[in-house]
């Protein structure tokens, strides 16, 4: 098992809001920044790439996945959350890969297959 996962350099948590969610996003951003030796993505007011929502990102290693996801469970506030590995393969790290805390939003999968042939 320890063996498989060699391939995932990291892991991304794409944190979504809206306008009337900002605020508990940043909260929520504030409290991972301050309890995780995370990298924190910049805002993205808007929909950018594959994601249908604002939204920003937190990137973290392998060995931190069971503290900050059990954490992201019972303090996400209501936000939806997708969490991902990297490994290479953009849109199965964003599909099969992929767990959401809350709804799971419908991505824009066309947008990173795009990606992958040029």
Not at 25 to 38: G, S
């Amino acid at each position: 098992m320890l063996e498989d996962t060699k391939e995932i350099a990291d892991f991304h948590a794409h944190v979504y809001y809206d306008r009337q969610s900002r605020e508990v996003a940043a909260r929520v951003r504030e409290e991972l920044n301050t309890k995780f030796d995370v990298r924190l993505g910049r805002w993205h007011d808007n929909p950018i790439g594959p994601h249908p929502k604002p939204m920003y990102q937190v990137a973290f290693l392998p060995e931190q996945f069971g503290a900050i996801v059990f954490w992201l469970m019972l303090h996400r506030q209501g936000l939806d959350i997708l969490v991902h590995p990297t490994t290479g393969n953009d849109v199965a790290d964003h599909t099969n890969h992929a767990l959401w805390l809350g709804d799971k939003l419908e991505l824009n999968i066309e947008f990173l297959r795009a990606i992958k042939t040029t």
